[in-house]
C-alpha cells in the first residue's frame, strides 16, 4: 500500500479515486470520515488516497496529474491589455482597467 495524496478536499480525493478505479488501479480512501468526525485538521486524521499494488504507483501519479496540476491554456490564461499594459482574467473581453477589447 502506498499513499497518494492526502487532502481536507474529500470531493477532490473521491475524484481522482474514480480516475484510477476507470484505469483498474485498484486504490481505497484512509480516514474518510476521520477529520470530518472528529472535527481536527491534523494530516494524521486528514482523507489519503492509497493504491493496494505499490508497483502502479508511477502509473497512478501519471493519471492523476493532468488533473492535479492542468495545463494553462490561451482560453485560461491572463492577458496582458496591449493599450494599458494591465493583467486582465482570461475571462475578462475588455480590459478592466480602460476598457480596451482584448486582442489576438
Known amino acids: 500500500m502506498k499513499e497518494l495524496y492526502t487532502s481536507m478536499d474529500s470531493s477532490r480525493i473521491g475524484f ?12 481505497f480512501i484512509q480516514n474518510d470520515v476521520g477529520a470530518q468526525t472528529l472535527n481536527v485538521i491534523s494530516p494524521l486524521f486528514q482523507p489519503t488516497l492509497c493504491i493496494v499494488d505499490d508497483s502502479r504507483y508511477d502509473e497512478a501519479i501519471e493519471l492523476l496529474k493532468p488533473h492535479h ?12 491589455c496591449t493599450k494599458c499594459g494591465e493583467e486582465n482574467p482570461a475571462g475578462f473581453e475588455v480590459c478592466w482597467s480602460c476598457e480596451a477589447e482584448k486582442t489576438a
Not at 496540476?69 to 496582458?80: G, L, R, V
Open 16 to 27: 481522482y479515486k474514480s480516475v484510477l478505479d476507470e484505469a483498474g488501479i485498484v486504490c
Open 69 to 80: 496540476y492542468p495545463e494553462t491554456t490561451s482560453e485560461t490564461a491572463e492577458w496582458i
